[in-house]
């Protein structure tokens, strides 16, 4: 489980330092995303043009933290959840902001390297009709 535990506290690491490149690293070939940017799911395979212009929107890269990271393994298939926030500032803001969210991550031991193949984020919204997205909560 600490192979795990490096895999995705590193991933969180390289994105404040921008490292585009590290980051894909990490991604098995097909992974499956579901991000908190549009659309409802991210096209197949991890896009480090894409990545690269979401970081390059920012003032600085986003800093990302990871909470409550729990592990779960079985042979060559593990998933991990985690309570984690993002701070950043959007490029031209005056204000930065910070802001907590959910996250399920599935990763497989491919050729002896643990890799992403499943992330699913989240932001929990209101159910009292507003749809308002919770991003005030903490943990």
Known sequence: MEEIRKVIEARAALLEKGDVDA?????APQVVQFTLAP???QPAGMDPA???AWIAGFEAPPRRE?????I??????????????????????????????RV?????????R???T?????????????????VDLEP
């Open 23 to 27: 980051i894909v690293a990490y991604y």
């Open 39 to 41: 659309p409802l799911r």
């Open 50 to 52: 894409g990545l690269a």
């Open 66 to 70: 990871v909470t409550q990271l729990e």
């Open 72 to 101: 779960t393994t079985d042979g060559d298939v593990a998933f991990a959840t985690s309570i984690d926030s993002m701070a950043a500032t959007p490029r031209g803001a005056s204000e930065g902001f910070r802001m907590w969210y």
């Open 104 to 112: 399920t991550t599935g990763l497989r031991r491919i050729d002896g």
């Open 114 to 116: 643990w890799l992403i």
């Open 118 to 134: 499943h992330e699913h984020q989240s932001v929990p919204f209101e159910m009292d009709g507003s749809l308002r997205a919770s």
